[in-house]
């Protein structure tokens, strides 16, 4: 069964750092992009960033290039977002799913990830 768990959110001052984990079980990841979304009350589900299978190709939205991190240690089965000076639009919860793909094409979009986790709440606010 494929599993995707998120941790590492909470609440954090504006300038502030966060890495968030994305832990997976149940298939083996080193076969799979995996990547970032977030969404806001209110707000589609955007997507933040995107790793390949071997890291040799990581992709970042405009709002976080520079200030987020994605890596992946594949013996740990484990996926991270680094988060520095987060902002107040930062705001959302946060998620990692399994793109369909060993690379990211279209890695903005939904349509091309087939699992999910459940999301971890990052607030940004003083």
């Known amino acids: 069964q494929v599993r995707l768990v998120e941790s590492g959110g909470g609440l954090v001052q504006p300038g502030g750092s966060l890495r968030l984990s994305c832990a997976a079980s149940?298939?083996?990841?080193?076969?799979?992009?995996i990547g970032w979304f977030r969404q806001a009350p209110g707000k589609e589900r955007e997507g933040v960033s995107c790793i390949s299978s071997s890291a040799g190709s990581r992709y970042y939205a405009g709002s976080v290039k520079g200030r987020f991190a994605i890596s992946r240690d594949n013996a740990k089965n484990t996926v991270y977002l680094q988060m520095n000076s987060l902002k107040p639009e930062d705001t959302a919860v946060y998620y990692c799913a399994r793109h369909v793909h060993y690379d990211c094409s279209n890695y903005g979009e939904t349509r091309m990830y087939s699992s999910w986790g459940q999301g971890t709440q990052v607030t940004v606010s003083s």
């Open positions: 149940g298939f083996t990841l080193d076969y799979y992009a």
